[in-house]
């Protein structure tokens, strides 16, 4: 099973990527983030034309939105809300012959990385630990899932172009790298990318959209993950992060990430 994670930044304004995506990633399961549109205007069609029939979608207008998109069917699937907010954060399919899929998209968190001057940080830091007692509170179960999506925690030193000039930005503090780091434990997950990617290599998945030349600046970050539980880090395959995907036009500022698992 191929599984690809990404944050479109608008499914319609990347809608016509589609069969190039697919070409270039040969996933079974697509994972997107920020779909911004809501459930009965998804382009549900286009995706089923293309083979992903078993879809779970879980959107609003204009913001966040998740979706996951297989070719593989489903034995059950849903959505959860989190932080008491309905905000369309996270969908969940359990395939009929295979692992229980997760796609997330974290908070961004704001600017200003003090949960008391700044709600939305406030929030990302509560989704984390919410999401960490979550999982932590069904490890008992091990079942096989993969865990993927837009975490907006880049975590390692390696994940961001520059760890001393980060520390103090949102996406890579050390309080969110921790809460991060909580969550990654509280089900025992691997991190499947860094599985097949050494952590003294520099790796990111997002370029900012601020950049004259995001590929000549590079100023990355890891924001796009995917994680598989215990029982599955034998059955690791392939990792790969698309990079060429941020000059497709239009560009989303996140590039697809791709995990092979043998299911």
Known sequence: MRLTTWNVNSVRLRIDLLP????????DV?????????????????????????QVISGQKS??????????????????????????RHAWAKLASGPE???????????????????????????????????????????????????NVAPLETDVWSHKQLLDVVSHTPIEVELLGNWMASYKFVDAV????????????????????????DRGRRLDHVW???VLKDHLRAAHVFKPARDWKPPSDHVPVTVEINV
Do not use: M
């Not at 697509?30 to 078993?54: I, M, N, S």
């Not at 939105?65 to 309905?86: E, Q």
């Not at 940080?121 to 509170?137: D, N, V």
């Open 20 to 27: 190039e995506l697919i070409a270039r990633t040969g996933a």
């Open 30 to 54: 697509f994972c997107l983030q920020e779909t911004k549109v809501v459930d009965q205007d998804f382009p549900r069609a286009a995706f089923a034309a293309l083979g992903y029939e078993h």
């Open 63 to 88: 913001h966040h939105g998740v979706a996951i998109l297989s070719r593989l069917p489903f034995k059950t699937s849903g959505a959860r809300n989190w932080c008491d907010k309905d905000d369309r």
């Open 228 to 230: 598989v539980s215990p």
């Open 194 to 217: 860094r599985h097949f990617v050494p952590p003294a290599e520099r790796l990111y998945s997002w370029w900012s959209y601020r950049a004259a030349d995001w590929a000549k600046s």
């Open 101 to 151: 899929i997760h796609n997330f998209y974290v908070p961004a968190g704001g600017d200003i990385p003090d949960p008391d001057a700044n709600e939305k940080f406030a929030h990302k830091l509560a989704f984390l630990r919410e999401a960490a007692a979550w999982f932590g509170a069904q490890k008992s179960r091990k079942a096989p899932i993969v865990l993927a999506g837009d975490l």
